[in-house]
């Protein structure tokens, strides 16, 4: 329930993308992040534009608009031709506005879902990526920015303080500023019946200025899929923890798809460390359906209390919980559906639709 079209302007390329799908399925398990009378709010939809040579020596530039149900981001992308074998350079400006649902949400319905907390950031970050050229199996990208953090609630003022009085920012004040060093490594390896993942994340605060944050954050993600006869078993492990200055938006969310399912996002916990396991088994059903049982889990190993005011322990969360249910995964020519019903620790059931690798026309 959409539309996509692409326009060739000279050398550029302009892909819309306007979706009202995922307005629908959102309508379902939320409730209205904002107000707003304008039809331009039930839209969700991208906008891309990409030219290959811009100063006439193959100068790359990616402009891309996305807007959800109650967030957006603009990201501006600048590349220089350079050979194959030197770092590849891209220069990165990036502003976005995004609900803080993980950590300030308010659990509902047994923790099946988070409804607005009134917390939302809006980011502004510029610097400058080198990625490394791939050897083997491994990738590595190193990045420099420049980060500039300003909460603000639903009707787009200012905040210091959440809606119970605790600081929303490290600083104490309205926004929070910081230059982050950022090194992620990447292995993969593949064959006919197995794959072996592995990501590591490495983030270092630098205090140029006294005020500015100074931290270390660590993220792994390893997973190991698994082909039985004519099943597929995909398993999976995230952890992370965070020394140094933090402040609330900086914490582990834990809860929701793509962590535990059951739980609203955020609804287990928050932390200043976490660990998640995930495991999922399909089976084909027939050459365009697969059906899938999976079970999920996940803990802020007591570390909630650790992250300034302690939202976690505020809104009445676990800090650790489980969830476990089925669901269906059809492939089309047009993208992948997936549906999953899940069930958490609290015997309250949830339903999440999903939509991945939709082709551009």
Request: aromatic share 10%.
């Amino acid at each position: 329930m959409g539309a996509q079209k692409s326009i060739h302007a000279g050398n550029a390329k302009i892909d819309f993308n306007v979706d009202f799908t995922h307005k629908l399925c959102g309508a379902f398990m939320f409730h209205p992040f904002r107000n707003s009378g304008s039809p331009l709010s039930l839209v969700v939809g991208s906008l891309c534009i990409k030219h290959p040579n811009l100063f006439g020596k193959s100068e790359k530039l990616d402009v891309l608009w996305d807007k959800g149900l109650c967030d957006s981001n603009v990201l501006i992308t600048y590349r220089k031709p350079r050979p194959e074998w030197l770092s590849q350079q891209a220069f990165v400006i990036q502003h976005s506005v995004s609900p803080e649902i993980g950590i300030h949400g308010i659990p509902v319905d047994n923790f099946s879902r988070s409804g607005s907390g009134d917390v939302n950031l809006c980011r502004f970050s510029a610097g400058v990526d080198l990625s490394e050229p791939a050897s083997s199996n491994w990738s590595s990208k190193t990045s420099i920015k420049f980060e500039h953090v300003r909460p603000i609630n639903d009707d787009g003022r200012s905040i210091s303080r959440d809606v119970q009085g605790f600081p929303v920012t490290c600083s104490g004040g309205y926004h929070d500023s910081m230059v982050v060093l950022k090194q992620e490594s990447r292995f993969a390896k593949a064959n006919d019946h197995s794959f072996t993942r592995f990501s590591l994340q490495i983030e270092q605060g630098i205090p140029i200025l006294s005020k500015w944050l100074i931290f270390n954050r660590l993220k792994f993600v390893a997973s190991k899929g698994i082909r039985l006869g004519p099943a597929f078993f995909l398993s999976s492990l995230t952890g992370g923890s965070v020394v140094g200055d933090i402040a609330p938006y900086q914490a582990f969310s834990i809860g929701g798809l793509g962590s535990v399912r059951g739980y609203g996002e955020g609804a287990v916990g928050s932390g200043r460390s976490c660990l998640v396991a995930n495991s999922e088994l399909t089976l084909p059903l027939n050459q365009m359906l697969d059906g899938a049982v999976f079970l999920d889990c996940g803990s802020d190993l007591g570390s909630g209390r650790l992250v300034p005011g302690n939202p976690a322990l505020r809104h009445g969360k676990p800090g650790s919980g489980i969830g476990f249910g089925y669901g269906l995964r059809f492939k089309s020519q047009l993208g992948h559906f997936q549906v999953d019903y899940a069930v958490n620790a609290f015997q309250q059931r949830t339903l999440y639709f999903g939509f991945s690798n939709l082709a551009s026309g």
